[in-house]
């Protein structure tokens, strides 16, 4: 549990000593890409709890449903359908169960 | 502690991506918060006309007061002063001017702006009448006094900082034929605004009221002096 951690300390430093901000009009998509991002952790460490870890899917599952999330938000906005809400509560949604399970987990040992 | 038995260091590696867009997010977001949010642009314009009524108000209550003193020292000197300075409303013989935009379509090539009035027009129609004797000029309700300007603001004409767009309606007080007689002379103004297709129209009339100036007097450097003038 600790390595992850100290993964995200060192990440949250270099995005606070990057001077790089997203443009207004893509705040959108990167809100979306987080919180996929956000899930896959989560899926991952589920998984991991759950011994059912696998390194390949863990990876390119983050990225492609990060850059999925943000690409499906951005043709629904071309289209005029506000995928932005659905990705939101489909994300939010899965985090919160992986969440619940994670804390049986936890709760377990 | 939850022990993770497998993909630490995958997990870890994820957190580092995820810990930077988390960062960066958080700025994104710090960073939209303090811009100026449209609704913030919206809220500050309707404050403008609000304010904007209050000060009306206020002007109307300004020219009430004025009004009222004015009826307790009623010399007759004051009273031309006043006249001269445009605080009180004057009746008398003149006339009625009503200009407007050309109706005519410019022809392609054309600058469109040479059918429309400009503040130089209307300073000259105007200037044309205080050579010809007028004692008192108004367009469109704001009388004209020694500090009023007349000035395109945009596509409408700023008078006494108040805007106006076409048609303009300039009351004028004086020898009504004398009035006339300057604006309608050969090579006059009106015949060269006519050339045009500025639209003009004059009526003689016995009976003109010019409404006073209904803003309040600011003098922020000029200090009278106190044995001068005389």
């Known amino acids: 549990m600790a390595l992850p951690l100290v993964g995200l300390i060192i990440g949250i430093s270099l995005g606070i000593f990057f001077p790089l901000t997203i443009p207004v009009e893509y705040a959108k998509f990167m809100s979306v890409a987080l919180l996929a991002s956000l899930d896959s952790v989560f899926g991952g460490l589920r998984a991991g709890a759950e011994e059912k870890f696998d390194n390949t899917v863990f990876i390119t599952g983050f990225f492609t449903n990060a850059l999925m999330a943000a690409g499906l938000v951005y043709i629904g906005e071309g289209l ?8 939101l509560l489909a994300f939010g949604l899965r985090i919160f169960q992986n969440l619940a399970i994670i804390r049986r987990y936890f709760l377990r040992k | 502690m939850l022990k993770l038995r497998q993909g630490q260091a995958a997990i870890a590696l994820v957190c580092v991506v995820l810990g930077f867009m988390l960062a960066v997010q958080f700025r994104t977001a710090q960073d939209i918060r303090s811009s100026i949010p449209f609704q913030r642009i919206e809220d500050l314009s309707q404050r403008l006309s609000q304010t904007e009524k209050e000060r009306d108000v206020l002007l109307k209550q300004v020219y009430e007061l004025r009004q009222t003193t004015g009826a307790e020292s009623a010399t007759k000197e004051s009273e031309n002063i006043k006249m001269g300075a445009g605080v009180v409303a004057v009746r008398g013989t003149g006339l009625s001017i009503t200009i407007d ?10 600058n469109p702006n040479l059918y429309l009035i400009h503040d130089e027009d209307m300073l000259k129609v105007i200037n044309e009448l205080w050579a010809a004797g007028a004692e ?3 367009i469109n309700g704001q009388r004209l006094i020694a500090t009023s300007e007349v000035r395109c603001a945009g596509p409408t004409l700023s008078v006494n900082n108040t805007r106006y767009s076409p048609p303009y309606e300039i009351l004028v007080i004086g020898e009504p034929q004398t009035l006339e007689n300057s604006l309608k002379m050969r090579g006059g103004v009106i015949e060269t605004l006519q050339f045009w297709g500025i639209q003009v129209s004059l009526k003689k009339q016995d009976v003109v009221d010019v409404p006073a100036y209904k803003g309040a007097f600011r003098f922020e450097y000029a200090k009278p002096i106190k044995d001068g003038g005389k």
């Open chain 1, 80 to 87: 005029g359908i506000d995928l932005y809400y659905v990705a």
């Open chain 2, 101 to 110: 935009d050309s109706k005519r379509l410019s022809k392609p090539g054309e």
């Open chain 2, 136 to 138: 008192a000029i108004s």
